[in-house]
């Protein structure tokens, strides 16, 4: 089963008002994945700024609870291919880093209790012209405090979170900036996210510049990913 949900055109509003708009959008997007996941169905989601490269749903092994992505960036955050699959400790504001634009989630008890907890967040951290929110920092603030870990700073665990390899599921301030760490880990990407850089027409032209711009190829004949290779 399919869902979409539409961003609306706000391409010549004020930008802080483009600002406020994507967060209103964004932030009924819990409550879009709780009404999905109560009804019994796994969610598999991702943002349309990024490219398959292969099929994930091998990665999405075990009985976890909810699998997601690291969004640390930088040379000094690269991961070893043999990375621990739990939550990483957070960072310098207190909270992890994870990516909020690709999740997979089993309608379990324990991921409805991140999608309620991702909910409160949100209203406890409402959008204001000073403080310009997004939904990310809440869906971390929902992980720590359900976090399946034994230590003094989450909530006593009870979700079972899994990391997905970084390798396979990079940031795109990785990928498009690390072209050492791409060569070294080829072969083994499955999803590209291209974040970490703003506006749609950017977007467009990084994949493009990369060869990751798939967009009519079906149209050309090309119907897999061995005629594009």
Request: proline share 6%.
């Amino acid at each position: 089963m399919l869902f979409l949900f539409r961003l609306p055109r706000m391409l010549k509003l004020p930008i802080s008002s483009v600002l406020r708009g994507f967060f209103n959008f964004t932030s009924r997007r819990p409550s879009h994945l709780l009404y999905i996941l109560e009804l019994g169905y796994s969610v598999m989601y991702n943002d349309v700024d990024m490219v398959w490269m292969a099929d994930p749903f091998p990665y999405l092994e075990g009985d976890h609870d909810v699998y997601f992505t690291d969004d640390m960036t930088g040379y000094q955050i690269v991961k070893p291919l043999n990375h621990f699959h739990d939550l990483p400790p957070p960072g310098k504001k207190g909270r992890t880093h994870i990516c909020s634009c690709m999740i997979y989630m089993r309608p379990t008890d324990g991921t409805k209790l991140v999608m309620k907890k991702w909910i409160e967040e949100l209203q406890d951290q409402p959008w204001s012209n000073v403080k310009k929110s997004n939904d990310q920092p809440a869906f971390n603030w929902a992980l720590n405090r359900t976090a399946a870990q034994d230590t003094s700073f989450f909530t006593t665990g009870m979700v079972d979170l899994y990391l997905l390899p970084q390798a396979a599921f990079p940031t795109g301030g990785l990928y498009f900036k690390n072209q050492t760490w791409v060569q070294e880990t080829k072969g083994l990407h499955v999803i590209i996210h291209n974040n970490y850089i703003t506006g749609f027409e950017k977007k467009i032209k990084c994949f493009r510049d990369f060869g990751l711009w798939f967009v009519g190829l079906c149209s050309t004949g090309v119907t897999t990913w061995k005629d594009i290779k």
